[in-house]
Nanobody, 118 residues
């Protein structure tokens, strides 16, 4: 199983970035996918979620209207388009794959750094 994030970097306030998360080794289309983030000295927090089909999306209030989560099941990839970035968006962003049946399965990536600074 692999979950690999990419696309992080340094961006000025008001700028945009698109994160990608490529998955392999499990049935991607059956998993809900989420993005989390962890700022220095803070706990990891949930950012956005997309259902396995891609029909349902949910966002944390802090990013609603600025971030968009999407997925391409054929490419086994989930994206996070981040617009109007603020310094407080600075964090390591993690991708999570979650499947719930009689058991719960969770896979995490290693994270990608996003820094918003002038």
């Amino acid at each position: 199983v692999q979950v690999v994030e990419s696309g992080g970097g340094l961006v000025q306030p008001g700028g945009s970035l698109r994160l990608s998360c490529a998955a392999s080794g499990f049935t991607f289309s059956s998993y809900a996918m989420s993005w989390y983030r962890q700022a220095p000295g803070k706990e990891r927090g949930w950012v956005a979620r997309i259902s396995s089909s891609g029909i349902i999306t949910n966002y944390a209030d802090s990013v609603k209207g600025r971030f968009t989560i999407s997925r391409d099941n054929a490419k086994k990839t989930v994206y996070l388009q981040m617009n109007s970035l603020k310094p407080e968006d600075t964090a390591v962003y993690y991708c999570n794959a979650h499947f719930q049946s009689a058991y719960s399965y969770d896979y995490w990536g290693q994270g990608t750094q996003v820094t918003v600074s002038s």
